[in-house]
C-alpha cells in the first residue's frame, strides 16, 4: 500500500531515504468551509519538504493534521508504513513528530533552559513517583538529558540567554528557542510553520542556516511552512503547492517553479 | 527584660505559628491558580473533606453508614477495626487522587477554555457538593482527630526561657510539629516544581496549553496530578487543624483565612503564600495583644481582611505575585 521503496541522492550528495509520512487523499473541513480537499503527498526520510500557497490556501492547517492538532473527516495519515488512527496532539508529539509554530508558543514565564527542557519529555521515562524522591534513575536521566539540551544550545548559539526568561527576548532569538525545544525531542519529523516570518534578512539568513545545518547534521526530515519563495527554494528538496485547500503541484523547486498552475496561482489568473 | 516584651516575643512566636496553618492552606490555592487558572473556592472544604475520611478510616467508620441505616434499618457504624495513623493517611491519599481524577474527569475536562468566572463558579458548587458529600458519607458530629502528634506545653522552651528571662514561653507542641511538617512540604513542593520533569510540565501548562501539547504533555494527566497535590495539601491542613480544633464542618471555613493571605502573598507565588501567612498569623496575634485591650478584643476576626484591603490599594498583585503589564 506504500511506496516506502529506495530514496535518492541529491545534488549536494545528501542521502534521502524512503517514505517515513504519506497523507492519502486528505480532506479537512470546518462545518461547511473545506480547508483542505482530497490532498495526497508523502515525507521521505532526511529531506527538506515545503509547503507553500498563497494566504489561506490551507497550509496551517495541512501542518495542524500532520501534528494532530486537527483530526481530518476523511483521508489517512501513514506513519512509518503504519496507519495512524486519530490521535491527541500530546501523542503525536511523543512518536517523534515535534513542531513550532506561526506565533511562536513558549513558555514565556520559564527560561531558555527550562523551555528545552520541556522538549525532552519523550526521553525521560521515569515516572512520578520516581521523581517525587528524585532518586537514582529520575536523577540520572535529569543529568543525561540535561547534556542532550546543553549540545542543543551550543549548536543554536544561544548560550548567552540560557537562564534569561523567554518573555524578556526579542522576536528572533524567541523563534530560535522554539526551533531548540522542537530539535530537543530527537524528532523523526520537525515540523516548521513559517519559521522565517516577520524577520529581517539577517535573521532569515541565520535562520536558513540552521535549518539546514540540523537537516545535514542530525539528518532530520523537516517539513516547512513558508511564505518567502526564494528561501523554500534555496532549502527545500520537493515542494508542495496548495491554492483554495487543493494540491496544485508537487516536485523539486525546479519543476514548481515551471508549473502554469503555480504560476497562475501566485501570479492571479481569473479563477473559472 | 521588661515583661511587656517577653509577652510580646511569646505573642509573636505563636504568631508564626498560626501563619503555618493559614499558609498551609493558602498553598493549595496556589498550586492549582498556577497550574490552571482555577482559584479553588473547594480548597477548604477538600481539607475538611480529607480529615473526615482520615478519621473515618482510622476508626474504622463504616462510610455512608446513616444512609445505609436509614434505607434497610440497620444498626451498623463501625467495621470494629481500627486502622494505624500512617496507613491510614496513604489511604486517605488514595482517596484524594480518586477525587482529583473525578474533579478533572466530571467537571474541569469539560470547562476548557471557559471565563475564570465559569470556572470559579464550578469551584463553588464543588465546594458544597463535597461539604454534603462528607456529610453522608461520615456524619455530621464533631470528631476527634489524634494520628499520635504531641500535644500541649513544649516543656524545653519553656525551660530554657524560664532560665533565659525568668518567664516561661508557652509554645505548643503541635504548633511546632505542624512548623516543621510545612517547611518540609514546601522544600518538597518547590523541588518538585523546578528540578523535576512533571514539575516543568506543570509550569508549562500553566503558561501555554497549545505549546504543551506539542512538546507531548497530557493536559488531563498534568490536571489530576495538580488536584492531587493540592489534595495531600489539604490533607496536611486537615490533620493540623483537626488536631488542634476537632474536625467538623466549621473547618471548611478556614478556606476564607486563606483569602487575605493570597491577596497579600500573591496568587501566584508558593513563597508568598508562606510569607503572607507568617505576617497575617503574626500580625493578628501582636495587633490583638497591642491594641486588642482598647477595641474590646476579637480584632483576629477582621485585622487579616483589613490588612489584605490595605495591601490591594498599594499594591494588587500582592507583594510577590507577577506584576501584571498589559501592552497597548
Redo the contacts between chains.
Sequence with gaps: MLDASEGYTTEDGRKIGGVVMEMKNITLRFGGVVAIKDISFDIREGEIRAIIGPNGAGKSSMLNVI?G?YNPQEGQVFYKGDLRPPM????V??QGI??T?QNI??????SVL?NI??????Q?E?G?FA??I?KGK?ER??VENREAVEKIIDFLEIQHIRKTPVGRLPYGLKKRVELA??LA?EPSILLLDEPMAGMNVEEKEDMSRFILDVNDEFGTTIALIEHDMGVVMDLSDRVVVMDYGKKIGDGTPDEVRSNQAVIDAYLGVAHD | MPEQLLWGMEVFLNGLMAGVLYALVALGFVLIFKASGIFNFSQGVMALFAALTLVGIMEGQVPFSHLINAVFGTEIHHFGWHVPALAAILLTMVVMVLLAWLVNHFIFRHLVNQEPIILFMATIGLAYFLEGFGDIMWGADIKKLDVGLPQGINGTIDEVTYNLFGYGFFIDNLDLWATFIAILLVIGLVLFAQYSKHGRAMRAVADDHQAALSVGISLNFIWVMVWSLAGFVAIVAGIMWGTKSGVQFSLSLIALKALPVLMLGGFTSIPGAIVGGLIIGVGEKLFEFTFGGMMGGATENWFAYVLALIVLVFRPQGLFGEKIIERV
Excluded at chain 1, 491527541?88 to 501523542?91: D, F, I, L, T, V
Excluded at chain 1, 508558543?105 to 520559564?110: C, R
Design positions: 501534528s492538532f491527541k496532539p500530546y501523542q508529539a511523543r515535534a513542531r509554530f508558543a513558549l513558555f514565556d514565564g520559564m527550562d527542557m520541556t522538549g525532552r519529555i519523550r525521560m521515569a512520578l521523581q517525587a528524585w529520575a536521566e535529569e525545544r522542537a525531542a
